[in-house]
């Protein structure tokens, strides 16, 4: 049950109070007393937008002078005095919006850590049951922490810092009009990533561009400034992602060096080759039991929780035997069955064992050979199977093993996605994506369209590359 209203009276409100003195005797008097009525609210709400923006409601720290001149010294990042002792981190949502599904709001306070484990050793992990390090909230007015909330505007969100009697409290808004990745309302990405950034010690930033600006500015995906950077790797150090060997086997083998083993092929069994995925383009990529693979070459890398696991990337035929040496699209169906694809022909592996192939695409149904991608996307009850090739896709139905029609359908059906991509898959909240070169796109099951601000870098988002090792292709 919500916490009851209060008098609150805010900046906004008290700015209504205009008198004004109307007189009846001529009615183009009273006209005109009215127009100034109006004029005059619309300058105190346009005084009150200014004087009273969206911001943070941790209480800022007063400016710090400099001793000899007696002037504010601007500061680069602030710390709160604290920090975890521990960078394996556990967190639990309390309470939800009423706006965002529950698995979107999952989804996004996903990201948002994520903006900050990129550059850390930081993890995060979610628990729906007993205790846990950071407690994420939605709530209303007087909330028993003497921070209360304003109702819609004013005062977005608010968190406590490590080392202090509530720490890893974070609370939102239930009253602001969230949405995610547009201006239509406050984007409740870019709130929580800031607000994490006070749960892990950083105190506002003075500079307007940094996250951890007290005032909400839309900016959609959110990212670190070089400040926020240099603030939290300050606190908990720089995050080190694992360095693989460049190199290609000539033979097959499922040895593949990692910094921990240092297991490296003899010279005479290898050749100079870039695995590194900042700097490739993926043929194909899949969620398969629920992790993420990507396929290159002869090769897949393996996430799980967008990390990259160890001993990765690895021979693909260290796990699917007799799979050709490229793959151009893949799938898991609905009853767990792998579909890999390449040029005219087609196998289907259960786990890690072939069950059929390699048998040509024509029995499938389709005109067409070299599939770009393949994806399986929908609700849980209507999943369907779409593959594409150039500016159109097919319909597919694992089931009967057919495309629903030999005559394709125009790319233009996926509004705000390039034509001739590389690879497609749905993640585990049932956003689309879709990727082409370096970059991939973000779509929307709900606006049926590329969410905004996207193509995102590849590299950056699932491999924690830096910008500049991700040029755009």
């Keep these: 049950e919500w916490p009851q209203k209060r008098e609150l009276f805010s900046l906004k409100e008290r700015s209504r109070r205009v008198s004004f003195q109307d007189t009846s005797k001529e009615l183009s008097t009273a006209t005109k007393a009215l127009a100034g009525r109006a004029a005059a609210v619309r300058r105190a709400d346009s005084l009150v937008s200014r004087w009273n923006p969206p911001r943070c409601g941790v209480p800022d720290l007063p400016a710090q002078t400099d001793g000899q001149s007696g002037r504010n010294r601007q500061k680069r990042f602030v710390l709160s005095g604290g920090r975890w002792d521990k960078t394996d981190l556990t967190y639990k949502i309390v309470r939800f919006p009423w706006q965002i599904s529950k698995a979107k ?3 996004v306070i996903t990201e948002a850590l994520q903006v900050w484990s990129k550059v850390t050793p930081l993890t995060f992990t979610e ?8 407690i994420i909230d939605f709530t209303r007015y007087w909330h028993g922490d003497n921070l209360p909330f304003d109702g819609p505007g004013g005062i977005l ?6 080392k202090t009697h509530r720490e890893g409290d974070v609370h939102f808004d239930y009253d602001e009009a969230w949405t995610i990745g547009n201006n239509l309302g406050t984007d409740l990405l870019q709130v929580a990533a800031h607000e994490f950034g ?4 950083l105190q506002h930033s003075a500079l307007s561009k940094s996250l951890m600006s007290p005032f909400y500015t839309f900016r959609y995906p959110p990212s670190l400034s070089e400040d926020d950077t240099q603030g939290i790797q300050y606190l908990y150090g720089p995050r080190t992602p694992p360095r693989f060997e460049k190199y290609h086997q000539e033979i097959e083998t499922n040895e593949i060096s990692t910094a921990e083993t240092g297991t490296v092929p003899p010279k005479s069994k290898r050749v100079k080759h870039d695995m590194d995925a900042c700097h490739l383009n993926f043929d194909a990529v899949s969620m398969i039991r629920g992790e993420l693979f990507f396929f290159r070459s002869q090769y897949v890398w393996r996430l799980r929780g967008r990390k990259l696991q160890e001993g990765y990337p690895a021979l693909a035929s260290r796990h699917w035997q007799g799979i050709p040496d490229k ?16 040029g005219s022909t087609y196998w289907i592996y259960y786990g890690e064992r072939q069950v059929s192939g390699p048998k040509p695409l024509s029995d499938l149904g389709l005109p067409v050979s070299d599939i770009q991608a393949a994806l399986m996307w929908g609700s849980e009850k209507s999943k369907k199977i779409y ?26 059906d996926w509004r705000g996605v390039p034509q001739d991509i590389d690879a497609a898959f ?11 070169g370096r970059q991939y796109w973000k779509f929307d099951p709900v606006q049926v369209r590329a969410l905004e601000q996207y ?8 491999f924690s590359c830096t910008t500049n090792s991700n040029a755009y292709r």
């Design 426 to 436: 749905e993640d585990e909240y049932g956003y689309a994506h879709f990727l082409k």
């Design 455 to 462: 193509p995102r870098p590849i590299g950056q988002d699932f």
């Design 198 to 201: 006070h749960v892990l010690g």
């Design 387 to 412: 593959l594409f090739k150039g500016d159109n896709y097919w319909r597919f139905n694992p089931s009967t093993r057919q495309v629903d029609s030999i005559y394709p359908r125009s790319m233009v």
């Design 327 to 342: 793959v151009d699209a893949a799938f898991e169906d609905s009853t767990g069955n792998i579909w890999f694809f390449q």
């Design 157 to 162: 969100a608010h968190a406590f810092f490590p």
């Design 105 to 107: 709001v999952r989804h």
């Design 127 to 134: 628990v729906q049951e007993g205790r846990a390090d950071i």
